[in-house]
């Protein structure tokens, strides 16, 4: 776990997990535009490029947010 977000207190969390799924809606509209809804070509090296850094990102987001919800349900308790 990562300590930066360990010492946060139970505001900042919040804080940060609404900044990081704010993030992660801008990422996955970013990629839905520039995937589903244009018509701009893209060469196969390029999208499968921008494919894999856009899973790395989500993935890495999706963990950052598990985390603080689960340090969250903790302090809950």
Do not use: P, W
């Not at 996955?28 to 790395?56: L, R």
């Not at 950052?64 to 302090?75: D, S, V, W």
Request: hydrophobic share 30%; with cysteine.
């Amino acid at each position: 776990m990562n300590s930066r977000i360990e010492n946060m207190s139970e505001e900042e969390l919040r804080q940060e997990l609404k900044r990081l799924k704010d993030n992660l809606c801008d990422l996955e509209e970013t990629h839905s535009f520039t995937f589903e809804k244009t018509t701009v070509h893209i060469g196969a090296e390029q999208a499968q490029s921008m494919q894999e850094e856009y899973e790395e990102e989500r993935s890495l987001h999706n963990e950052q947010i598990a985390e603080i919800e689960g340090l969250l349900r903790a302090r809950g308790q």
